[in-house]
């Protein structure tokens, strides 16, 4: 008898993912709809596309979706939330998009307290306009319009979203992982639906920063671009839970 | 049921509750504070939700994805906030999101002033977001007729799946007058939202649309909107009013509070002998045709509270530029009677 | 019968004038007539001056503003006094806060009545209650309202000032007579 060993999540849509090799972006939406038909909720999900390379998430997943305006799904995801409080509710969110022109509604959503999920994906660059700097760019990293590298007395230093965010009461849940390894990715996982289950059971605001890679802009190959998430980008933005209400953290 | 009086602003507030809005989020802004403050208070009562949002930027998303998830949602501001809105609005064009905007204008450009002002009417109807697109625009020049209005943009909101503006100024906002709320607003007949809102799909994914990469398709899309909603909008939509026009031989042009300056105009001008009527655009956009086909009218004299936006929509509808005054004044300045009646006589001399 | 009273009432934020002409639309609307009420708003609200325009008529109101042609002038405070009393219409009524505004009216056709509502409010130990003071003297000589609109239960009184405050009504009447007595006298 053959045994399935591995299958694609019921969350997920027979369209092959457009993004470039060694890109975080599809581990991630993999490990999203595994986390939601673990939890039962494939059929009860709603999930904001962020503008950005996730824009065509509504393509990849079976979920009922929105495209959001740039930075605003966070206000957007409120507004659904609200009218749904018993669906999940997800917002999809790059580093542009979030820690850059949507940090107003980031940040007031989370003291809100709202209670939807936000997956954040800080690869350090503006991947679909092609390859300008971001918020979270690192220092001396070269980007379209950081090309001798981000200068910190010019652009000042990259902004660390879950540090900030844990500062407010609102949030339940913070979490920082990467998905450069086998272990991190299983970690990533765990967070995803350690987040979702705070969601469920309405206890505030979550959100997962995942630390990913963009080969493309980076201008590197899938591989060296693994390592320097875990060279660079990690020491910059340490792993960790920030933010657990029910470990009194 | 018996008259009440109340200010404008809460008025609004009162009938979006009962037209059954379910969702509000605002930022607070002079002159339009008492919707928020009215809606704070009275619609969690009323098992809906009130958010004072972080702006109005935050404002109006949100309204995307309360009206994209099904909830009979409004905000409301007044012109910069407007301004601010002008993006989200555009998504929730695109996204078909029924929702309700409240603009209550003051003076500007920029912060401009707190008082009353119609400078916000290319602002309404053509708008600021990206884009071919129409909204249709309701223009109260009662608190009454604020409180039917808001309760018609919620149905036609729902029937073509679009924003609607109601769009007062200061002086309707803040006035109090005597209101029934029990005018009957007729219930209209439109697509369920289970076919259509985020948390109805079951597996059959309900998208709300921002983007459409495809240009042919997005094409498809734009020429649905001006075939399925805007020529429809145009035929089914228009309101107006004509005032002592019978035997009218001038007309006045205006809406809203200026249109009530005008009615006082014209007792003192046909005192005068001069047969003088209003024609009252209700709609904005649509803009109406028909009064304007009136062959008996030597002049359109367009009064605004602002520096002739409406004109070209009249000369359009006039089909005759030379045949359209105006005579206006700006920046949060209320007209009085007198001065209208001034400068029409002036006008009407020159015109001789 | 045909009667429209076009209104204006000011003076310093805290006088109570806009509390006076929501007193008269709410005694208005219940009386069956057409009434508004515009206020002034924004920053001069906050200690400077506010005004409200009332209007009272047996039609239909179009423009509800009444900053020109006022045929009933309320001035409770000097600014005001210099900024209104030049807008009173021919046959035009001020009635003045002679507490605190020393000078006269001078206009051919209008007649002004001197009402020192501070120091009478102070006589009754109660400095809040001059705009009923003044109330009581515009309804004293012209027939905008009746009196028992504003205090009789349900009415205007109640309305404005919300149904817990209905114990001080006795009190403001007394407040509201005696500025209808000192109108009257100069009638």
Redesign the interface.
């Known amino acids: 008898m053959p045994t399935t060993l591995f299958k694609k999540p019921n969350g997920l849509t027979d369209k092959k993912f457009h993004y470039c090799p060694g890109c975080g972006h599809g581990i991630v939406h993999r490990l999203i709809a595994e986390c939601v038909d673990e939890m039962g909720d ?2 009860n999900t ?1 999930i ?2 962020p503008v950005g390379c996730a ?1 065509f998430i ?1 393509n990849y ?9 740039h930075g ?1 799904a966070p ?10 409080p018993d ?1 999940t509710v997800i917002t999809y969110q790059g580093d542009g998009d979030l820690a850059s022109i949507g940090m ?2 980031i ?2 959503a989370a003291a ?1 307290g709202e209670k939807f999920t936000t997956v954040f994906i800080n690869n350090g660059i503006y991947g679909m306009t092609g390859g300008q700097m971001a918020p979270t760019t690192l220092p001396g990293m070269k980007s379209t319009t950081s090309q001798s590298g981000r200068d910190p007395k010019l652009n000042g230093n990259p902004i660390r979203i879950c540090e900030l965010l844990a500062t407010l009461t609102g949030p339940a849940y913070i979490e920082r992982v990467a998905v450069d390894s086998p272990a991190h990715v299983i970690r990533a996982k765990a967070a995803i639906k350690k987040a979702l289950q705070y969601q469920k059971e309405k206890l505030g605001f979550s959100l997962v920063e995942v630390v990913s890679s963009c080969p493309t802009n980076w201008g590197k190959t899938a591989v060296k671009a693994m390592e320097f998430v875990k060279t660079d980008m990690i020491p910059y933005y340490p792993l960790g839970v920030y933010k657990d209400i029910k470990e009194g953290k | 049921m018996a008259k009440v009086l109340m200010k404008g602003n809460e008025a609004v507030g009162k009938a979006a509750i009962q037209a059954g809005c379910k969702f509000f989020a605002g930022y607070p802004i002079t002159p339009q504070n008492e919707v928020p403050e009215y809606l704070s208070r009275e619609l969690p009562l009323a098992g809906g939700t009130f958010i004072q949002s972080e702006s109005e930027v935050a404002a109006i998303n949100m309204l995307y994805g309360a009206g994209g998830s099904g909830a009979r949602c409004m905000t409301s501001s007044s012109s910069p906030g407007i301004a601010l809105k002008q993006e989200g609005i555009g998504y929730c064009v695109f996204g078909e999101i029924p929702c309700v905007i409240n603009s209550v204008a003051r003076g500007g450009p920029a912060l401009g002033t707190i008082q009353p002002s119609q400078q916000d009417y290319n602002q309404a109807t053509r708008g600021g977001a990206n884009g071919d697109y129409h909204i249709p625009v309701l223009a109260p020049a009662s608190i009454q007729e604020a409180v039917n209005f808001i309760k018609e943009a919620f149905e036609i909101a729902d029937v073509y799946r679009t924003p609607v503006i109601v769009l007062e100024d200061g002086l309707i906002g803040q006035m109090m007058e005597p209101v029934d709320f029990d005018v009957p607003v007729k219930k209209r007949e439109h697509t369920p939202k289970s076919e259509w809102a985020m948390g109805y799909g079951n597996g059959n994914p309900h998208l709300i649309e921002g983007i459409v990469m495809d240009a042919p398709m997005c094409e498809k899309k734009n020429r649905r909107f001006f075939k399925e909603k805007y020529e429809v909008i145009e035929k089914e939509e228009v309101r107006y009013e004509e005032y002592m026009m019978d035997d009218a031989e001038y007309a006045f042009v205006a809406y809203g509070s200026s249109s009530r300056i005008c009615k006082t105009a014209i007792k003192t001008l046909r005192e005068k002998g001069i047969k003088i009527g209003l024609i009252r655009p209700q709609t904005l956009w649509p803009f109406p045709q028909v009064p304007f086909q009136n062959k008996n009218i030597k002049l359109f004299i367009d009064i605004e509270m602002n520096m002739g936006q409406m004109v070209p929509d009249v000369a359009l509808a006039v089909n005759d530029k030379n045949k359209v005054k105006f005579f206006g004044r700006c920046g949060g300045m209320i007209p009085s009677p007198e001065e209208v009646v001034e400068a029409t006589e002036k006008i009407i001399g020159g015109a001789k | 019968m045909g009667e429209t009273y076009r209104m204006s009432c000011s003076g310093f934020g805290g006088q109570g004038v806009m509390a006076l002409g929501k007193l008269i639309v709410y005694a208005g609307m219940d009386e069956g007539k057409e009434v508004s009420w515009v206020p002034s708003y924004g920053p001069e609200m906050r200690g400077g001056t506010a005004n409200c325009s009332v209007i009272v008529s047996d039609e239909p109101i179009a423009s509800p503003i009444v900053s020109q042609n006022i045929s009933v002038n309320v001035v409770m405070n000097l600014p005001s006094f210099h900024k209104f009393v030049p807008e009173t219409a021919k046959n035009g009524i001020v009635f003045v806060n002679s507490s605190i505004i020393s000078e006269k009216v001078e206009m051919p056709g209008v007649k002004a009545y001197y009402i020192p509502a501070n120091d009478i409010a102070n006589e009754l130990g109660n400095p809040r209650m001059i705009n009923i003071i003044m109330l009581g003297a515009i309804l004293g000589v012209l027939p905008i309202v009746k009196a028992e609109s504003i205090f009789a239960s349900g009415g205007a009184f109640e309305h404005v000032f919300g149904v817990s405050k209905a114990k001080f009504i006795p009190g403001n009447k007394v407040a509201f007579e005696k500025g209808m007595e000192c109108a009257k006298a100069q009638m």
């Open positions: 494939t059929n709603i904001c596309a824009v509504p997943f079976v979920y009922d979706s929105i495209h959001c305006a605003r206000a957007t995801a409120t507004g659904i939330k609200r009218t749904h669906k107003a509604e940040i007031h809100r």
